[in-house]
């Protein structure tokens, strides 16, 4: 085959994967469902003309305190001398002219620019909690649903009229509104929603919002949510104990957290989705800004660390995310958010160890049906929002021009970089071309992998798992074990990669795998029984189960062929018998053990010896069914170079792909060629028949 039809037939069969591929992946996926977070109402981004706001010194405008001295003086007992004499000087003009709840001091604000001060104490905003009425009670807008919880899509004017039907404390159309306690530390201020609100405090429009220096938790969905905001900070502030997030913000532009701490949270505890897409169709790695920096904080016991859908143009440096299920994710997965497909974040110097927890056990033992207040987050239970694979650093779940340098990542029980592709029908767009839109251009280069920052060894089981899908990934050379075990490798300059490929979708096993996974819902508690990621071991993996029914039937069809046609042949027999050998170590190849280890492709090799071995002796009975198996034996050669030697470039499938297309026609043949009665071989050209030489004999 020449060069020019070779390319004629590639350009082909990339026309040919999303019309043919695609839609049956749809269908697969779409009868699963998807798996939402919660919903909001349709937004834009801002137009960017806003900035990161400066933290203002000075004397507040407003006060917020409790009134009991005697309580106000053991709270404050502890802290520095020249801190509880500020403390106690704002105790006393807070008395006299202070507001007891901070949502009475917002509701003061008069002017932009505006500072309250929270002092010591416990804020549960008890006037906020009381069960809407009158029109609010009646709200003409949509209903959702997230786990056990209902809620109504509210526009902006709809939380202007009701700002206490979601939220504890409301920050609306506010604009350079700054919010700090003035504790020692941030557990001195504490925001409670009693589980009561879906959000503690809601930043809502409110371009230049600072809040600085308390806590915020309990909530129904989110400690702090800032929502369609043109500069915001996050200084000092702890998130704990919410069905969802920590901190979430969303829409939102110039945005900064910094020395943050957030646990505890059924999602992440940092989520900065649909950031503002300032970088999109920027074709490089170097950007002229950032839409949200993230620096300095600490993430832990949460689902997973830091997440972002959409979280585009994200700086996020310095960082600890640890003893999460997971420490990171952005993702291109969930519909209705802003900004999709996910590109440009940047991720350098954090530390992402030890993420192996696994909060399913509470989905599975019940714990997560009881009531949202009797569940038990204070004493460390997490349910989980969506299907996430615990053990795992970070996750790119179709995303676009993200680079991760410099970063510690370690102590992973599944993997420490985790790259799978997102077809755009998953986030609601339909349209061919856009199918393999994502998981492009991600660079993994120059971290440390499988030791700590002193030094100590703490390796990842794997440091990277990698679906197959996209263009121009590539990884640092010391990234091993890695699964496959053959991977793009990054040039020191950015954009330059070796060995790379160009495929339109995943390994299909792989697939199959996520396809499974992703079945889990906690609103229902359905929690899918053949994924490791919910406790499957041995048999109970859809991979297992999966490589035992294909070893079956080839076991099957392939023996019943060998006895009816060429167990009288040498050459076939020592074939088939290489052949039960592949079977045998692509079933150990499935159990996960094995999967990054040699055992895949020494299977791949002894099964592609047995059928180019079967072929070779079918040729002269069965030469069209003899084609098509030394076919088969071919592309499972090349499938296995592609899995330990060289990913073979051009193609828009992977061989394994290739191999079960081939393998179903083989299948369906090689049981029609079984079910004939054997026939002799034709004698040589040239060679006498046994009756004519008798007979001139």
Same mark, same amino acid.
């Given at each position: ?6 390319? =004629? ?18 269908? @697969? ?42 309580? &106000? ?6 802290? /520095? ?11 006393? =003009? ?13 509701? #003061? ?27 609010? *009670? ?17 526009? &902006?004017?709809? !939380? ?57 938790? =309990?909530?129904?969905?989110? *400690? ?53 897409? +300032? ?48 420490? #990171? ?15 440009? #974040? ?28 009797? =569940? ?40 420490? &970089? ?60 010391? $990234? ?5 075990? @053959? ?8 954009? @330059?990669?070796?060995?790379?490929? !160009? ?18 819902? +906690?609103?229902? $508690?359905?929690? /899918? ?92 009975? !069965? ?24 990913? +073979? /470039? ?48």
């Amino acid at each position: 085959m020449n060069k020019a039809l070779l390319f =004629r037939l590639m350009r082909s069969l990339r026309k040919l994967v999303p019309a043919l591929i695609v839609p049956a992946l749809a269908a @697969v996926l779409l009868g699963a469902g998807t798996a939402l977070a919660h919903e909001e109402r349709e937004l834009e981004f801002p137009d960017g003309s806003g900035s990161v706001p400066e933290y203002r010194e000075g004397e507040p405008d407003l006060l917020v305190c409790k009134t009991d001295p005697d309580d &106000f003086a053991e709270r404050i007992a502890d802290f /520095p001398e020249e801190l509880r004499e500020r403390n106690l000087e704002l105790f006393d =003009r807070c008395l006299r002219e202070g507001y007891r709840h901070l949502q009475e001091a917002v509701d #003061a604000v008069e002017e932009p620019g505006t500072s309250i001060a929270m002092l010591p104490g416990v804020y549960e905003e008890e006037p906020s909690r009381a069960e809407p009425s009158g029109e609010c *009670a009646a709200l003409d807008a949509p209903w959702s649903r997230f786990g056990v919880t209902d809620y109504q899509i509210m526009t &902006f004017e709809q !939380h202007l009229q009701c700002p206490h039907n979601q939220n504890l404390v409301a920050v609306l159309g506010i604009e350079g509104l700054q919010i700090e306690g003035t504790g020692a530390s941030p557990e001195d201020v504490v925001l409670d929603a009693g589980y009561t609100r879906l959000n503690a405090l809601r930043a809502d429009l409110a371009n230049g919002v600072y809040l600085a220096n308390f806590t915020a938790q =309990r909530t129904l969905f989110n *400690a702090v949510y800032v929502l369609a905001t043109d500069g915001f900070v996050i200084d000092r502030l702890v998130g704990r104990w919410n069905e969802e997030y920590g901190f979430l913000t969303f829409a939102s532009d110039h945005g900064l957290y910094t020395d943050c701490e957030a646990y505890g949270n059924g999602d992440s505890g940092i989520y900065p989705g649909s950031a503002s897409d +300032i970088n999109a169709g920027v074709d490089s790695y170097d950007v002229d800004r950032y839409a949200i920096e993230i620096t300095g904080c600490r993430s832990h016991h949460n689902m997973v660390g830091y997440s972002g859908t959409a979280g585009n143009s994200v700086w996020v440096h310095g960082n600890e995310f640890h003893h999460n299920q997971a420490g #990171a994710s952005m993702d291109s997965v969930f519909p209705d958010h802003p900004g999709l497909p996910q590109n440009h #974040a940047l991720f350098e110097n954090n530390l992402i160890h030890t993420n192996n927890q696994n909060y399913y056990r509470y989905v599975k033992d019940g714990t997560c049906a009881l009531p949202v207040a009797d =569940r038990g987050y204070e004493d460390g239970v997490v349910c989980p929002a969506v299907s996430m694979p615990p053990g795992t650093g970070i996750i790119t779940a179709g995303g676009n021009w993200n680079l991760f340098r410099d970063n510690h990542v370690y102590g992973h029980q599944r993997t420490g &970089f985790y790259l799978t592709s997102a077809p755009a029908f998953v986030r609601g767009e339909n349209a061919l071309g856009k199918q393999a839109d994502t998981s492009h251009r991600n660079r993994y280069a120059g971290n440390v992998l499988g030791k700590s920052e002193t030094g100590e060894s703490r390796p990842n089981k794997l440091d990277v798992w990698w679906d197959g899908q996209g263009k121009d990934n590539c990884w640092q050379s010391d $990234a091993a074990p890695s699964n496959p075990p @053959v991977l793009p490798e990054c040039g020191e300059q950015a954009g @330059v990669v070796s060995g790379g490929s !160009h495929r339109l979708v995943g390994e299909p096993a792989k697939m199959a795998h996520q396809l499974v996974c992703a079945e889990y819902d +906690i609103g229902s $508690a359905t929690v /899918p029984g053949g994924c490791d990621w919910y406790g499957a071991r041995g048999i109970e993996r859809v991979e297992m189960q999966l490589a035992l029914a294909v070893a079956v039937v080839l076991a099957l069809v392939g023996g019943v062929l060998w006895w009816r046609h060429l167990r009288s042949s040498v050459p076939a027999t020592v074939a088939a018998a290489l052949g039960v050998a592949g079977l045998v170590l692509e079933i150990m190849g499935a159990t996960g053990s094995y999967a990054h280890t040699v055992v895949v492709p020494l299977a791949l090799l002894l099964l592609g010896l047995w059928w180019l071995g079967t072929g070779a002796a079918l040729r002269g009975t !069965h030469p069209g069914f003899a084609a098509v198996t030394l076919l088969l034996g071919g592309v499972t050669l090349l499938d296995a170079v592609d899995k330990s030697v060289l990913l +073979i /470039p051009w193609l828009p499938l992977s061989p394994g792909w290739l191999r079960g297309l081939v393998g179903l026609v083989w299948v369906v043949w090689a049981v029609a060629v079984a079910a004939r009665r054997p026939q002799a071989a034709p004698e040589p050209a040239g060679r006498p028949a046994p009756g004519r030489a008798k007979a001139d004999a």
